[in-house]
């Protein structure tokens, strides 16, 4: 995220978009009991000139950088096992992401000597590490979506 822009950072530049609207931090905050006062939150995503900044931009409902997520059953990227299209705020998108392996896909039941245990299709820690760095290492330079294959 730290891309440089004409010697600026990206997330610290002004953002193209200044109308720009937050529902989707709102509702993360109040679902998770936050206690976050309104103004001081808005404080990070501006700059001196209260400017809305490209890090508002990521996490404001109309962030323009999606993820394309794809799931394959071999190794050769021919058979879709899944296609998945996540949009909104950056936070949303992590939330939707982390439902969509958590509800969505199958996990199974294996058995060893008479021991049952849970096999999960995608380990949570991977996911999680994948996605954030797709996040935080993409070149924003660039429009198009994020792709996760």
Same mark, same amino acid.
């Given at each position: 995220m730290n891309q440089r822009l004409k010697g600026k950072n990206f997330e610290d530049s002004p953002s193209k978009n200044q109308n720009l609207t937050f529902e989707e931090v709102e509702n993360f905050i109040k679902l998770k009991n936050y206690k976050v006062e309104k103004d001081k939150l808005f404080d990070l995503f501006k700059k001196d000139d209260s400017k809305f900044t490209n /890090?508002? /931009? /990521?996490? *404001?409902?109309?962030? @323009?950088?999606? +993820? &394309? /997520? %794809?799931? #394959? *059953?071999?190794h050769n990227f021919i058979d879709a096992? $899944?296609?998945? !299209?996540?949009?909104? %705020?950056?936070?949303?998108?992590?939330?939707? +992401? $982390?439902? #969509? $392996?958590s509800s969505e896909l199958q996990n199974s039941t294996k058995y060893f000597k008479d021991l049952? &245990? !849970?096999?999960?299709? &995608? @380990?949570k820690n991977l996911i999680g590490e994948i996605v954030v760095n797709a996040i935080a290492h993409r070149d924003y330079s660039f429009y198009g979506p994020i792709l996760i294959n």
């Open positions: /890090l508002a /931009l /990521l996490f *404001s409902d109309q962030n @323009p950088f999606d +993820i &394309y /997520l %794809s799931g #394959f *059953s071999d096992t $899944f296609r998945k !299209e996540f949009k909104g %705020s950056v936070l949303k998108q992590l939330c939707d +992401i $982390f439902h #969509f $392996f049952e &245990y !849970e096999k999960l299709d &995608y @380990p």
